[in-house]
């Protein structure tokens, strides 16, 4: 089963920058895609950014342009600097990635446990 930790969350002033990480551990198949979501107070997740094997990224509209969602293939991690970070970019954020098992011709996602990002001044 695969693991993921995330990291790199914290307090930021709005204008700010963080750079949050995503590692995924036990993969025994093929990462097809890593992705980031986010969980504000009160709303429910939503789709940030993901990057396909093929380096293949799409984001969400608000984010489009302040953040840039990465990849290290060999290491199964995901990175998403966020730059001109603002007060509505406060959530916990969530890695997720879709492994595929050619054993099973399933592809299972998984769910990391989430990092807070707050802005705030």
């Known amino acids: 089963q695969v693991h993921l930790v995330e990291s790199g969350g914290g307090l930021v002033q709005p204008g700010g920058s963080l750079t949050l990480s995503c590692a995924a551990s036990?993969?025994?198949?093929?990462?097809?895609?890593m992705a980031w979501f986010r969980q504000a107070p009160g709303r429910q997740r939503e789709f940030v950014a993901r990057i396909t094997r093929e380096k293949h990224d799409t984001y969400l509209d608000s984010v489009e342009g302040r953040f840039t969602v990465s990849s290290d293939i060999v290491k199964n991690m995901v990175f998403l600097q966020m730059n001109d970070l603002k007060p509505e970019d406060t959530a916990v954020y969530y890695c997720?990635?879709?492994?595929?098992?050619?054993?099973?011709?399933?592809?299972?996602?998984?769910w990391g446990r989430g990092t807070q990002v707050t802005v705030s001044s």
């Open positions: 036990g993969v025994i198949g093929t990462i097809n895609a």
């Open positions: 997720n990635a879709d492994e595929f098992v050619p054993a099973d011709m399933l592809t299972v996602t998984y």
